[in-house]
């Protein structure tokens, strides 16, 4: 299908090793981070959330952490697999009001055999 | 899977005809958002609803107009398709109390 990341940052990771990627928000009045991930082809998918009154959440092999200070939203994702292959993208929602849920630019992640 | 499908799948129209995408929900969510996606760009918010006839626009609404007379039907219109509205359409629906979105698997339209 039609790649939608060619001009993505790019992360190259080694199969095995742990990934760290990175988002700037822009809007304070945030209350949930979300990440999502988008294999080709298809539509994006929920990884996992943070409230805003939280700095750390962890999943199963994921973890998110908030810092609110310089609003910088980071994914780790341990013992990265070949499946984790895909675009990342972060993403905020305020839940007051019609609840506009914003999407930042994303990462493609490549892991490497 | 969420229940929600969009149609059609792929589309190719011409230059100034108008267009309707639709996106359609089985899971009677508050919430329906309709993105467009480009190679550098991400997911841009074109429109999005928060119940039935209750809509914003995104930052990408010039060009673009949307309706949802009832819960599970959340319809874009092209007024007048352009070359630049050539993309990959996604429809997205959330539950009010959740974060969670659920997509489509989304319409690629080409206009020539």
């Known amino acids: 299908g039609e790649s939608v990341g060619l001009h993505l940052p790019t992360l190259s990771v080694q199969e095995g090793d742990n990934s760290i990627i990175n988002c700037a928000y822009s809007n304070s009045a945030s209350d949930y981070f979300i990440w999502y991930k988008q294999e080709s082809g298809k539509g994006p998918q929920f990884i996992i959330d943070?409230?805003?009154?939280?700095d750390k959440r962890q999943g199963q092999r994921v973890t998110v952490l908030l810092n609110k200070t310089v609003k910088h939203l980071s994914l780790q994702i341990a013992a990265t697999q070949p499946g984790d292959s895909a675009v990342y993208f972060c993403?905020?929602?305020?839940?007051?009001?019609?609840?506009?849920?914003?999407f930042g630019q994303g990462t493609r992640l490549t892991i490497n055999p | 899977d969420a229940g929600i499908t969009q149609s059609p799948r792929h589309k190719v129209t011409e230059t100034g005809t108008p267009v309707t995408l639709r996106c359609h929900q089985t899971?009677?969510?508050?919430?329906m958002y309709w993105y467009r996606q480009d190679p550098g760009h991400g997911l841009r918010l074109i429109h999005y609803s928060y119940g039935v006839k209750d809509t914003d626009k995104g930052e990408v609404s010039d060009g673009y107009s949307v309706s949802r007379s009832k819960t599970e039907d959340f319809l874009l219109t092209l007024e007048s398709a352009t070359s630049s509205q050539t993309s990959v359409y996604f429809c997205?629906?959330?539950?009010?109390?959740?974060?969670?979105?659920?997509f489509g698997q989304g319409t690629r339209l080409t206009v020539v």
């Open positions: 993403a905020e929602i305020a839940i007051q009001g019609a609840q506009k849920l914003v």
């Open positions: 899971e009677n969510h508050r919430y």
């Open positions: 997205a629906i959330r539950k009010q109390e959740r974060s969670e979105a659920f």
């Open positions: 943070i409230r805003s009154n939280m």
